[in-house]
């Protein structure tokens, strides 16, 4: 396997995904310690290279180079010359794209078109967005009601942020969580999912390449019981940035309680995508299937919940199936894929006890719904129907290529059942209808909701979920916020 690999890969980029590799600390990349892991290719399910387990010691070591350089250089550098070195790291990004794209593409079994055209993108734009921000992070003179006094604010960053990413976009949710953390002036311990490490250890080298002073951006690799657990509990953590599954953001925030760190959590959704009959139907068709099979159902944010009016569920349900069956399912750094394998051969039999379910509850399985017949996680886009608001096929989130089709009849039926489930991630509604778009926009409690498109995403435009979609927005002011916090002077003019 190791020859077809290097036949899918470039020279450069081949060479850093076998090699061994440790946590990134105080600059550079330290040998593996003892305790390492494997690394699966998930298109094959051969092992790709071994990965540094990082202990305590060496979560320790990352912490206290954050620290460091939080305390000295990158800590006190003028807020124009932080522009200047995140502006050079978007650059670097750019300029090392093709290479980037390749390490997400072979861990994630991503189709490397797909992290080539989206991904590697919005990770640049991150950059560059916040990069605009550390000149215009300003404070407030207070009026207070107080005789002879001066109050005024300043914006201070927390200083070490432990960000903690999941397997399925491994380079957007790093930049995700360290380009407005840095542009804050933070220093970060960035730990990767133990699936997907390769994109953020080349990140690190670009940070330190770009001029960010070592220590400013450290890496720690590991399985999150060990490496994660040793870094949110560590006393200099002082912020917990953390994208993932709503188990481990419950458990996390637990722990931010206890230790009183500041916490953002970006957790799941299971999204209401919803077609009126009076919409364009062969285009909120295309959109669904797009979204619900786009990286396998891979994505928080994907519309696996898509509900139908009734008169028009045949058409969209014929639709979503010759989209489905045009995906060419293959290896994701094979350039004519359109959908990969699932991220690992764990995560495909959960999907597949999903599915075990549907039949006993009432529903069918309308297409799909099987292996591959070859190496590899690879399951079929896959769509059910007939399933209740409470089946877990549609109350819970899947993270698969797995649609669940509701039709339903009204719209005071549709906006309670919409709203039934226990995440508010997003939504979207399609209708020609300007008035209905706006009422049922504003009816659901969904932290974004798309009109007449789907998973449209910008570094400017604030995004996040409610109920238990998580706490805090990335993305925006808002998103910058979050890694900042207020110190009050007061001044006697008496
Ligand atoms: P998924 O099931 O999608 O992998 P998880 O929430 O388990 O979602 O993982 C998201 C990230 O959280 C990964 O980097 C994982 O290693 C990390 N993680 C899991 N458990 C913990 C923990 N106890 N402490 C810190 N990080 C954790």
């Known amino acids: 396997m190791a020859t077809a690999l290097e036949s899918l890969m470039d020279q450069r980029a081949h060479a850093f995904a076998t090699a061994e590799h440790g946590a990134f600390i105080d600059g550079a990349e330290i040998a593996p310690s003892e305790k390492t892991f494997s690394t699966v290719d998930p298109a094959t399910g051969e092992v790709i290279t071994t990965v540094a387990e990082s202990e305590d010691r060496v979560v320790d070591q990352a912490v206290q180079s954050a620290a460091k350089a939080f305390e000295g250089e990158w800590g006190s550098m ?57 000149t215009k992070i300003q404070g407030a003179t207070v009026p207070v009601s107080t005789p002879n006094a001066h109050v005024y604010t300043r914006r201070m960053p927390l200083g070490v942020v432990a960000a903690i990413t999941p397997w399925n976009f491994p380079l957007c949710q790093a930049a995700i969580k360290l380009a407005p953390a840095l542009a804050a002036g933070n220093s970060v311990v960035l730990k990767p999912s133990e699936l997907t490490s390769l994109s953020s250890l080349r990140l690190a080298q670009l940070a330190v390449e770009a001029g960010l002073p070592a220590g400013t951006v450290n890496v720690v690799t590991g399985s999150g019981a060990g490496t994660g657990q040793a870094l949110i509990s560590h006393p200099l953590v002082n912020k917990i940035s953390f994208t993932g599954s709503e188990a ?27 077609i009126f009959a009076d919409a364009d139907v062969a285009k909120a068709a295309a959109y669904a299937a797009t979204t619900a099979y786009f990286y396998s159902g891979q994505v928080c944010f994907s519309g696996s919940r898509l509900m139908v009016e009734r008169s028009v569920v045949d ?9 489905a069956s045009a995906l060419v399912l293959g290896h994701g750094l094979e350039r004519a ?60 989130e899947i993270f698969g290529p797995v649609l669940a089709i509701q039709p339903f009849d009204s719209l005071e039926e549709l906006i309670p059942r919409a709203n039934s489930g226990k995440y508010g991630l997003s939504a979207g509604v399609w209708t020609n209808d300007v008035r209905k778009a706006h009422n049922v926009a504003q009816q659901l409690r969904a932290g974004t909701v798309w009109v007449n498109t789907y998973a449209d995403y910008n570094a400017a435009a604030p995004f996040g979920g409610t109920k238990s979609s998580g706490l805090g927005k990335d993305c925006g002011p808002d998103g910058l916020d979050k890694f900042l916090e207020s110190q009050t002077v007061w001044m006697s003019l008496a």
Do not use: C
Not at 315 to 323: D, G, M
């Open 315 to 323: 058409e969209v349900v014929e639709a979503v199936k010759e989209h």
């Open 337 to 396: 894929s359109t959908m990969g394998p699932l991220a690992s051969a764990h995560h495909r039999e959960k999907v597949e006890r999903y599915l075990n379910t549907v039949e006993g509850t009432g529903g069918t399985v309308a297409f799909g719904g099987s292996r591959l017949d070859r190496a590899g996680f690879f399951l079929q886009p896959t769509a059910v129907i007939g399933s209740a608001d409470s089946d877990p096929v549609v109350a819970d």
């Open 248 to 274: 481990t953001g419950r458990h996390l925030g637990a722990e931010a309680g206890r230790s009183l760190k500041h916490i953002s959590l970006e957790l799941g959704g299971k999204n209401p995508n919803i």
């Open 78 to 134: 003028l807020p124009a010359d932080r522009e200047t070195a995140l502006h050079r790291f978007a650059n670097l990004v750019e300029e090392n794209a093709a290479e980037l794209a390749q390490y997400d593409a072979l861990e994630g079994g991503k189709p490397i078109a797909q992290v080539e055209g989206v991904d590697l993108p919005l990770a640049v734009e991150q950059f560059r967005y916040y990069a605009g921000w550390p």
